[in-house]
């Protein structure tokens, strides 16, 4: 697992042109697995509620 996040991030760090690009590449990253993860789905939707309704 590691191994593989490692070599995807070195992708992205050889692709990039600038670190703008790079910090894109790592958002989207984050994005999928956050939406794709179910127990790191449900901590982010807990924590977005909280944010916007003040719970």
Known sequence: ???S???LLK???EQARTE???GTYFERLA???LA?????C???C???HALRFGC
């Open 1 to 3: 697992m590691t191994t």
């Open 5 to 7: 996040l490692n070599s």
């Open 11 to 13: 992708s992205y760090r």
């Open 20 to 22: 703008r690009n790079k």
């Open 31 to 33: 994005v999928a697995y």
């Open 36 to 40: 794709n993860d179910p127990g790191a």
């Open 42 to 44: 449900r901590k982010v």
């Open 46 to 48: 807990r924590v977005n």
